[in-house]
């Protein structure tokens, strides 16, 4: 149980566009969502966390008209970063929790991001 | 200011041999510890997760511990296998109006035949 997907898995896409990433919680109803972005050899960098049907948090320093994040449901989030430049190539993580605050957090499979 | 430290950095071991690895946190106020394993370019699959109370927790050959009053945990490998090769990270929870979760920077573990 407690199965979290990311689509896609990989997506490599031109300066300027924007990209669309889902995250799926497949087993269960995520009242809250997390968006990380990972860079090389790094750990995660909590980008914002959002729960259904509100806005998302997101951390300082994160643009929250360049990275759009949607929580329409229980089961599916979505990020899109917007007018993509090549420092947006990254990994970018979803994870989804189960209960209150972050006390279990589901990981997906990650995106790999690379914008040409 | 809320911190998780990890040691080592980057360790290499014998497929077959123990190793453990080490998390500081000084965060506050505690609510839990995790600890993840990420395969390279996956995400993180949860490995063990501890509360205040709890001094142990086994999953199968990881066995974590945690020592709230010195804030100090541990990951310990059993007869380790190539799988076990990943980076492994720390993630402490704060308790606050909604949990504020801090990631350590990982161990990259290099299991080699």
């Known amino acids: 149980g407690a199965v979290v997907s990311q689509h896609p898995s990989r997506v490599i896409c031109k300066s300027g566009t924007s990209v669309k990433i889902e995250c799926r919680s497949l087993d269960f109803q995520a009242t809250t969502m997390f968006w990380y972005r990972q860079f090389p050899k790094q750990s995660l960098m909590l980008m914002a966390t959002?729960?259904?049907?509100?806005?998302?948090?997101?951390e300082q320093g994160v643009e929250k008209d360049k990275f759009l994040i949607n929580h329409a449901s229980l089961t599916l989030s979505t990020l899109t970063v917007t007018s993509a430049h090549p420092e947006d190539s990254s990994f970018y993580i979803c994870s989804a929790g189960t209960g209150t605050g972050a006390y279990e957090q589901y990981f997906g499979p990650g995106t790999r991001l690379t914008v040409t | 200011k809320n911190q998780v430290e990890q040691s080592p950095q980057s360790l290499i071991i014998l497929e077959g041999k123990n190793c453990t690895l080490q998390?500081?946190?000084?965060?506050?106020?505690?609510?839990?510890l995790r600890w993840y394993k990420q395969d390279t370019g996956r995400g993180p699959v949860s490995l063990t997760i501890?509360?205040?109370?709890?001094n142990t927790k086994s999953n199968g050959r990881y066995t974590a511990t945690l020592d709230a009053d010195t804030k100090q945990s541990s990951l310990h490998i059993t007869a380790s296998q190539l799988s076990d090769s990943a980076s492994y990270i720390c993630v402490v929870s704060a308790k606050t109006s909604y949990d504020k979760v801090i990631f350590g920077p990982g161990t990259s573990l290099s299991v080699i035949p």
């Open positions: 959002s729960n259904e049907g509100s806005k998302a948090t997101y």
């Open positions: 501890m509360t205040f109370s709890e």
């Open positions: 998390c500081n946190y000084t965060v506050s106020p505690f609510s839990n």
